[in-house]
């Protein structure tokens, strides 16, 4: 009751009837981007919609798994030119795999889609005045002419670079349309979720493994890296 606008990237709309009869140069590229991602983007969210505990076994139990089925995400969803460490640094990428490794959070994460998957697209649609932030290498690239009946849209830009997670590797483009700064809220987060999981218990030491329970977050992160470290020096040697 709050909440008196919104500003998005990915905002979901669907091609008008124009688009369809007579597609514009932007509905065609809208149109081949949606058709390249059905066909080689989506096996993460049927996986996750469809056995997302089978998946969750493995996230919770391999920091290698967790690691791989993130860090692709950020290579194909980023606008880095073929490597995700052009737009974030290694540590970036290590600090939000490690939020879903500490929390143990990895099948929670999954089952999202397989309880919330099919309502995708049913709502109506959004009367609170809507900005939108459109990035070049977004998920799906739909036209503002496809969002119109979605969103009662008020401020719409075009940016000139970035992905889905523009928000952290293109924070300065970010900060001039929304606030506050996105990177302070993503830091409150990872303390939060790290608090929580903390509180209600689910850190519970693995066999053999570090107990990170009572460790603030960039403690318990440098900690994990560390006996990273060792095991890789270790298996060198």
């Known amino acids: 009751s709050g909440c008196v606008a919104i500003h998005t990237n990915m905002p979901i709309g669907r091609p008008p009837a124009a688009s369809l009869e007579s597609p514009t140069a932007e509905d065609i590229e809208a149109f081949a981007a949606m058709k390249a991602h059905r066909k080689w ?24 798994a967790q690691l791989a089925w ?3 995400k950020f290579w194909a969803w980023s606008d880095c030119d073929g490597h995700p460490e052009n737009v974030l640094t290694r540590d970036e990428l290590l600090d939000n795999v490690m939020l879903y490794w500490i929390t143990r959070s990895g099948a929670s994460a999954a ?21 939108v932030a459109a990035f070049p290498k977004e998920i799906l690239r739909t036209p503002r002419s496809w969002c ?18 523009a928000a952290v590797a293109r924070p300065e483009r970010i900060d001039r349309v929304r606030a506050p ?7 409150q987060v990872a303390r939060d979720l790290h608090q929580a999981a903390d509180v209600a218990g689910e850190h519970r030491p693995r066999p053999g493994g570090l107990d990170v329970r009572g460790l603030p977050l960039a403690e318990a992160v440098g900690h994990f890296r560390l006996r990273q ?9």
């Open 111 to 131: 089952r999202l889609y397989w309880e919330s998957f099919a309502s995708f697209g049913a709502g109506e649609r959004v009367e609170l005045p809507t900005g």
């Open 181 to 187: 700064d996105v990177r302070v809220q993503r830091l």
């Open 41 to 64: 983007g989506t096996g993460y969210s049927k996986q996750q919609s469809t056995r997302p505990q089978t998946l969750g076994y493995g996230l919770v139990d391999s920091p290698v």
């Open 70 to 72: 993130i860090v692709e």
């Open 148 to 165: 119109e009946d979605a969103y009662n849209i008020t401020h719409w830009t075009n940016m000139p670079r970035g992905g889905h997670f």
């Open 229 to 237: 470290v060792v095991a890789a020096r270790r298996a060198a040697t």
